[in-house]
């Protein structure tokens, strides 16, 4: 399994950004699929994430301004963010889970500037 993630860039405080994660299967074929991130010098934290029936958790930094999604004709997952804040700012990773075993793509980095 392979996991492309895309989308970070640079926004302005209050702007949104959505990222992307293609992978290499139906994302429905997954147990979870989810959004972490980590910032310079800190652990990698949970951000969202998407069961196989379809309920979604979020982080409580996150909830009201992040949404998890899935395409299944695209095998990509979204993670749509809005009212973005600086501290926001990450490498944000997605990651997938299948019989208890997380696979990780490669990050994509999400700067908010104030």
């Known amino acids: 399994v392979q996991l492309q993630a895309s989308g970070g860039g640079l926004v302005q405080a209050g702007g949104s950004l959505r990222l992307s994660c293609v992978v290499s299967?139906?994302?429905?074929?997954?147990?979870?699929v989810a959004w972490y991130r980590q910032a310079p010098g800190k652990q990698r934290d949970f951000v969202a994430a998407?069961?196989?029936?379809?309920?979604?958790n979020y982080a409580d930094s996150v909830k009201g301004r992040f949404t998890i999604s899935r395409d299944n004709a695209k095998n990509t997952v979204y993670l749509q963010m809005n009212s973005l804040k600086p501290e926001d700012t990450s490498l944000y990773y997605c990651k997938v889970q299948k019989f208890g075993v997380d696979i990780w793509g490669q990050g994509t980095q999400v700067t908010v500037s104030s």
């Open positions: 998407m069961f196989s029936g379809g309920i979604a």
């Open positions: 299967e139906s994302p429905f074929s997954f147990d979870v």
